[in-house]
């Protein structure tokens, strides 16, 4: 009998099962796809020598995770890359705001108006910042913060919705920028917790970068494998998990998918009826000829360009894909550009470059001429470099990955109490109504994001149990 198994190889399933293999458990992962990886893959899907990231890209979240850095995963291939710039947020006048790691840079961006609002709003957590991801990453909501003044703090900044945060800007830069930060997960700017949402990804910026993984988001999951078979555990692909009796005997199941997929296999019923979904992305992974041409120089230099005019633009795009059903005319889009700074992605000369735009749930229409049109708007001629281009809508990235329920690439909405509350109101969120049977996907908290963290906290509850039996 096996100590555990775990279903579905993502970064938070392979994490589980590497945080259980440490501790001396025995373990096997069983992956319905031909390759690990979930969301953190590399596919050759153009054309050959064009490396593309079908799903994650940026790793904002991936670098700054207590979970990866405790890991030996640099010994395993991992090597993260950096941008001269994290994230570049470019204006149709040609100038661009900039998420740098320097906090005074990042200031000067906004314009003197702002500078010292935001100097003010970032600076109080900086020299916190390890402790205060631990605690809003790890913590049990049954146990004690370990700075409970900064977390404090940070919830009193962070809980209101980003509308309010974004008040304390005076113009347009500052205010454009933070809308597009917290439209990383697709929550409405005036949702609970937004401001959380945005201030996080900013401070992530300043502590530690946006980077890319050389070679690709692949990287990330085949470092975790090969660490995971090191000690000893096992991987089987192509291997569906239907029901529970397709696993082996184990003493622990550990579910790396969507809790109505869970609920499914283990035959849980309406337990996780009230879960909710969230609208879908529309995905083009391009070939290109040459670098993208923004107007704007910070653009070239940054690994992450988001793409909206202005916080309007943003927000109305957010509502279109969200709350009214439609694909935005404009839509707010994000872009990573890895071979500027990993030579290894593309032929000499050549790049790749990553783009989504959000969509309602399930849409089936085609996204890209809009996306192209927005993008012409930033990098005029950018049509004109393009080699080949592979798209995916909601159909398509639901098919490829089960979790991704209408192409909801959070696999449940991040709205409302869900944001942090997911998959249910419990105080220990990993648990099922099974007593061996434990979700550790990104709709459980901390939520989604290449980061491993809801595997490592599910594991912390396997182990103990574990122990305890
Ligand atoms: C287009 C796109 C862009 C993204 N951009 C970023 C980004 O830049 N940065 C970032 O940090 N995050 C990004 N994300 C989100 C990130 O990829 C996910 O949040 C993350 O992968 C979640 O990890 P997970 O382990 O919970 O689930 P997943 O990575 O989804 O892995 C789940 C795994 O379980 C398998 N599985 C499901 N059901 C079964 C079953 N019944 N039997 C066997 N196996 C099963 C699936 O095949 C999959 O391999 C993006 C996602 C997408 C799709």
Redesign the pocket.
Known sequence: MLDAVV?????????AAVELARRGFSVAV????DT??????TEELTLPGFLH??????????INSPAFRALPLERYGLEWLHAELPMAHPFTDGTAAVLSRSVAETAASFGPRDAGAYRRLVEPFLPKWDALVRDFMALPLTALPRDPVTLARFGLVGLPPATWLMRRFRDERAKTLFAGLVA?VMAPLSGFATGAIGLVFALAAHARGWPVARGG?QSISDALTAYLKDLGGTVHTD????RLD?LPPARAYI????PT?LAR?AGFGDYYAGYRYGPG?F?IDYALDGPVPWTAKEARNAG?VQIGADSAEIGTALRAASREGRAPEKPFM?T?QPSVVDPTRAPAGKHVF?A?GHVPSGWTGDLTDAMERQLERFAPGFRDRVLARAT?GPPE?AA?????IG?D???GAVTGLQIMLRPKLSLFPYGTPHPAVFI?????PP??????M??HNAAKAVWRRLRQT
């Open positions: 279903v579905g190889a993502g970064p938070n399933g392979l994490t069983f992956e319905a796809r690990v990886g979930g969301g953190a893959r990231d079908p799903c994650s890209a940026a790793h904002p979240l991936g990383h988001s291997y569906e998990v239907k397709d579910f790396d998918t969507s997929a296999i992305v995905k992450t994000i990573v990553w989504y995916a990235l490829r990955n089960a979790n991704y192409g690439i959070a696999s550790c996907s990104s709709a459980t939520g989604p994001g290449v980061h491993g809801s595997g």
